[in-house]
């Protein structure tokens, strides 16, 4: 069983930088990608960007784009997320998640989560 762990929140100004890391510990990360989500306070969770681990391509919710980068390293089993231009409607809990299927984006296609780290962003 893969357990993850985010790391890496914290509070930033409007217009400054984070970069969050996902630890996959227990054994090899063998799925097709990872994904990261947020969840504000009162609001779904939803899609930020995911990343496919053999080829590494990315995608990204338009929200992100251009601001909001997703990479891996693969000796590692991480992924990260570098968030640059943040602005307060960035605030939210950041979860990463790992799919065992090659589609992306929804929730009920991850079946591993971490438990989040906060991220919160002034203005």
């Known amino acids: 069983q893969v357990q993850l762990v985010e790391s890496g929140g914290g509070l930033v100004q409007a217009g400054g930088s984070l970069r969050l890391s996902c630890a996959a510990s227990g054994r090899t990360f063998s799925g097709r990608g990872m994904g990261w989500f947020r969840q504000a306070p009162g609001k779904e969770r939803e899609f930020v960007a995911d990343?496919?681990?053999?080829?590494?391509?990315?995608y990204y919710a338009d929200s992100v784009k251009g601001r909001f980068t997703i990479s891996r390293d693969n000796a590692k089993n991480t992924v990260y997320l570098q968030m640059n231009s943040l602005e307060p409607g960035d605030t939210a809990v950041y979860y990463c998640a790992a799919r065992s299927v090659f589609s992306y984006g929804r929730i009920q296609w991850y079946d591993t989560w971490g438990p989040g780290t906060q991220v919160t962003v002034s203005s």
């Open positions: 990343i496919f681990w053999n080829s590494g391509n990315p």
